[in-house]
């Protein structure tokens, strides 16, 4: 999929910073991940919004901002396309359940002890999930410390996240927080009539890193080309093509580890560790 990131590249004020190594802990074991320039990104999320809305005005779309819309039949068009989230607004009023899901809750910290701007952190916990430090803004030394799980336990994640940052001594002033669900995977149908699903809402997020905003990018450039060839039909098949392999892994991951749980938490880390050694550079054991 990495053949279609260079039309995406955030330009100019998109980017906070560009991240070169990424630290990632699992129990006893440390892994490491390198980039080189140019190609991760902490994105001033706004601004490349906004980037790619200009890019889109210059193709001649139309962009209508300050719409409130209430149901799907307040819609009109040939075609719809869903990018409303996790749960989507759409499948809420179709009645259609969301798939794997999990919970998510992020504090961004300004004046942070512990910012390092081209570097992210990633610690996974036994019970069920990790916790993240990612620098952001460099000008007021922010990082966004968070904590996402595998599914919904019940668990307080803003005292889970309160105590990790006790325990690594992370401190600085909140000025944002946010939170909530997380799609883990693939969130079927892709396609409903007319109506087509991209980003959280259709191709979720890669449960094992987390990861988004690509994938987002990636099925509405999907939906587009098919509806520009009217072939609307094609678009689940394309989907299934490119992402469900990657989904395997990660529906697999996420039904094992439910078990691994019930029996004893620490067996989390078997298999984070087998799918970690997939992709990361064993540092130390």
């Known amino acids: 999929m990495e053949r279609e990131w260079k039309q995406w590249v955030p330009m100019g004020k998109s980017v906070f910073n560009s991240i070169l190594h990424a630290d990632i802990t699992l129990g006893k074991h440390h892994y490491v991940a390198h980039r080189?320039?140019?190609?991760?990104?902490?994105?001033?999320?706004?601004?490349?919004?906004?980037?790619?809305a200009r890019d889109?005005?210059?193709?001649?779309?139309?962009?209508?901002?300050?719409?409130?819309?209430?149901?799907?039949?307040?819609l009109p068009g040939d075609v719809l396309v869903d990018g409303s989230g996790c749960p989507s607004m759409v499948k809420r009023e179709l009645n259609i359940k969301p798939g794997y899901t999990g919970r998510t809750?992020?504090?961004?910290?300004?004046?942070?002890?512990?910012?390092v701007g081209n570097t992210i952190r990633i610690i996974f916990s036994q019970l069920g999930g990790y916790f993240w430090v990612f620098p952001?803004?460099?000008?007021?030394?922010?990082?966004?410390?968070?904590?996402?799980?595998f599914g919904d336990f019940g668990y307080n994640l803003r005292e889970m996240l309160?105590?990790?940052?006790?325990?690594?001594?992370?401190?600085?002033?909140?000025?944002?927080?946010?939170?909530g669900l997380i799609p883990l995977g693939l969130q079927r149908p892709f396609l409903f009539k007319n109506i087509l699903f991209v980003g959280d809402a259709g191709v979720g997020a890669f449960p094992f890193s987390g990861q988004g905003i690509y994938r987002a990018l990636m099925s509405g450039d999907i939906a587009g080309r098919c509806i520009a060839q009217n072939r609307i039909e094609k678009y689940p098949s394309i989907i299934?093509?490119?992402?469900?392999?990657?989904?395997?892994?990660?529906?697999?991951?996420?039904?094992?580890?439910?078990?691994?749980?019930r029996i004893n938490s620490v067996l989390f880390y078997h298999t984070l560790n087998f799918f970690a050694r997939q992709e990361f550079d064993i540092l130390s054991h």
Not at 41 to 52: A, D, M, P, T, V
Not at 58 to 70: E, F, I, M
Not at 136 to 149: I, L, Q, S, T
Not at 245 to 250: A, I, S
Request: hydrophobic content about 35%; aromatic content about 8%; charged content about 30%.
């Open 105 to 115: 809750y992020q504090e961004t910290l300004q004046d942070a002890n512990c910012f």
């Open 56 to 74: 889109a005005e210059k193709k001649g779309v139309v962009l209508r901002t300050n719409d409130k819309v209430q149901s799907i039949k307040d």
């Open 240 to 261: 299934r093509r490119e992402f469900t392999q990657w989904d395997l892994m990660g529906s697999l991951f996420i039904k094992t580890n439910v078990v691994l749980r």
């Open 162 to 179: 309160h105590r990790f940052q006790e325990e690594q001594h992370i401190e600085g002033t909140v000025n944002y927080v946010t939170g």
């Open 136 to 149: 952001r803004n460099p000008e007021k030394k922010e990082v966004n410390v968070g904590v996402g799980v």
């Open 36 to 52: 080189s320039d140019n190609e991760a990104f902490i994105l001033n999320r706004q601004e490349f919004i906004c980037q790619l």
